[in-house]
């Protein structure tokens, strides 16, 4: 995870959540609730008064691990992403709440009825007719959110398919560069001519070329195919810094 993305953000959380102590009443701890539809699913407020933090983090943790970002912009899509899927995690207790508040309230409205069956039939129903404004808020708020969550995750896949494109076909760059930067050094060794590797635009130096001249044999007797040029020179190049 981005520590310092992710630190800021529960920071700003935490401080946005604090902002209200809370009702005291039955009744006040009611619209409370139903407040968090709004503060709980929209708003810059992710983490709420009751949400717990280190599962929040955990969270955070294993969207990074399975998307692997690879630079900010990146990073910063997988934290929206983990943000509004925290947000959709909230939706099925919130309307559970819903129908806890309206069973205690409402209970009343079914009692006279002896079938258990239409008794609960009907306390259902007084329920949504009573809290269909939070329940259709709830629902509205679930279709947007699953909408963001899309569009970031698709953003995302593109994003990082157009870099793994991109790195790709430098590395087959990288690689025709080699064999042509190979050739010219053997030709000018034919002809007993100095050859600077830089003077025509290739990236690796003499030492470099020689030493992936040196895997070329045994690599290709094993597998059949050429070294890959960034593994070898960067394995050569650790060695060099090292020693």
């Known amino acids: 995870m981005n520590d310092n993305v992710s630190e800021a953000q529960m920071n700003a959380n935490r401080a946005n959540a604090q902002n ?12 409370a609730c139903m407040n968090a539809v709004k503060t709980g699913l929209t708003g810059r407020t992710i983490l709420l008064p009751t949400d717990d933090a280190q599962a929040y983090r955990d969270h955070i943790d294993r969207h990074f691990t399975e998307l692997a970002p690879f630079n900010d912009e990146e990073r910063t899509l997988v934290q929206y992403i983990a943000d509004t899927n925290w947000r959709l995690l909230r939706i099925a207790p919130l309307e559970s709440s819903i129908y806890a508040i309206g069973r205690r309230e409402l209970a009343h409205m079914a009692e006279d009825e002896s079938d258990i069956a239409v008794r609960e039939a009907l306390l259902l129903g007084h329920i949504f007719q009573t809290y269909r404004r939070d ?10 959110l699953r909408h963001q969550y899309q569009f970031d995750s698709e953003k995302l896949e593109a994003m990082q398919k157009a870099r793994i494109d991109s790195e790709k076909a430098a590395s087959q760059k990288r690689q025709a560069d080699m064999q042509r930067a190979i050739q010219m050094t053997g030709t000018a060794k034919q002809a007993n001519l100095p050859f600077d590797p830089a003077e025509f635009g290739f990236e690796f130096s003499t030492n470099e070329i020689k030493h992936y001249c040196s895997k070329i044999d045994t690599f290709q007797k094993l597998t059949g195919q050429l070294p890959n040029v960034d593994r070898v020179l960067a394995a050569f190049r650790k060695e060099q810094k090292a020693a």
């Open 135 to 144: 329940l259709c808020n709830i629902a509205l708020q679930e279709r947007r």
């Open 20 to 31: 209200s102590c809370g009702p005291k009443t039955a009744e006040g701890k009611a619209k």
